[in-house]
Structure formats: C-alpha cells, structure tokens
C-alpha cells in the first residue's frame, strides 16, 4: 500500500521526467511502451462504437437479456473491425474502441461504421426472432476521426493500460455520443475528405453514402450516414 507521500512523489516524477518518444508505424502493444515518460507517435484513426441507452436497457429488462444484447454487439463488433484490418485497444462496458493504420485506414474504419449498421439490423431482427413479445430496440453511434496519436502506459504494475492522447480518440469518442437514432455513423470532414469511392458512393445510380451536417459542440462540419453494408 503506498502512503500519501509515496503516491505525491510519484506525481512529482512524473511531471518533471523528460518524455522518450519515437515514431511508430502500426498500432503498439501494451509491452511495446514502458510505465515510465515512454510514448509512440503513430498517424492513426480512430473508431468508438457505442450502444445507445443501455442504462434504460438494464434498468428496464432482465440482467441476463442485457447480458445478450452486449454479448452480441460487441461480438459482431469485434468480428467486423477485425475483418476491416481495425486493431481493437478496449473495451468500456457497452463502448469498444478500435485504431486503424495506414494508407487506407480511413476508409477501412468507415467501412466498418456501415458494416456496423448492418450488424444492428441483423441483431435486432434475431432478438425478434427469439423474443417475439420485447419491446426493445438496440440503437447504437459509431464516432471516427483520424489524428496524430501520442500513446503512452498509464497505471501501476500489474494494473495498467495504453492510454491514446490526440483529436482523434477525443472527437471519436464524442462522435459516438451523439444522439441521432436514424444515421448510425459519424465522421470529421477529416476522415470524409480521404475515402475512397468504394467507402463514399454506394446505390444505383451511385451516390455519396454520406450526408454532411453541422456539429455544433465543435463549430465544424461533420458527415452521417445510415447506409448499411453486409461484410
């Protein structure tokens, strides 16, 4: 058990250490960076896929129902970031946070938004398959936006994890709040301005999958959509 002055001391070496930095090309593991002022700069963008209201979910239907509703979204989830190339760095209760890199990594990640709206509708067309008479609904926001990241270690030994510092991992998690139930995806012009036409235009006759709005908490320009793609 550490004593006020031990943790004070800590604190202390902390802020006054100089920071060891290095530029990184994929997406670090927990062992890449140390405890101490260690960090990696890395070219990342950054997805956060959100289920909307659990709180009313657990409030008003039975523990095990919710159970299953989770399960199955952060394992679609999971299943579908991965076949996008997304490395996934954590899970938050209802939230899973993933990181893509390289040259199509914004595209990649929008894709997985639109795979993940497919995903939405498939779990709840199954959940009334098997509960006929329930009355719920699993809504969801996914937020991307891409950024420099500077990815340090926080915590103590044995409890500790990466810790992602930058516009993107901020303005994702944002993003994914956001309370629209009819566009289920949300990305910065940032991102928009570097997709490719396979992750912008979609139909017949083809057109932008993507509908531009105002985000007001930031004063900036952002792009919905409530297209869906199956994997």
Known sequence: MKTADEITA???????????????????????????NDAVYIEGTVLYADMADSTALVNGFKDWFA????????VAASHIIRNNSGEITAFDGDRIMAVYVGSTKNSSAAKTSLQLNWALTKINTELKA??????????HSVGIDTSTLFVAK???????DLVWVGRAANYAAKLASLPDAAYGAFITESVF????DESKYGGNPR???WEKMQWSERNTAIYKSSWYWKP
């Open 154 to 160: 926080t915590g103590i030994r044995n409890s500790n």
């Open 193 to 196: 301005n570097s997709l490719s």
């Open 207 to 209: 057109r932008s999958m």
């Open 10 to 36: 800590e604190v202390k070496e902390i802020l006054k250490t100089r920071w060891s930095t290095r530029k990184g090309t994929k997406v670090p593991e927990p062992e890449d960076v140390t405890l101490g």
């Open 130 to 139: 098997e509960y006929p008479n329930t009355a719920f609904e699993l809504k």
């Open 67 to 74: 159970a299953e509703v989770y399960k199955s979204y952060l």
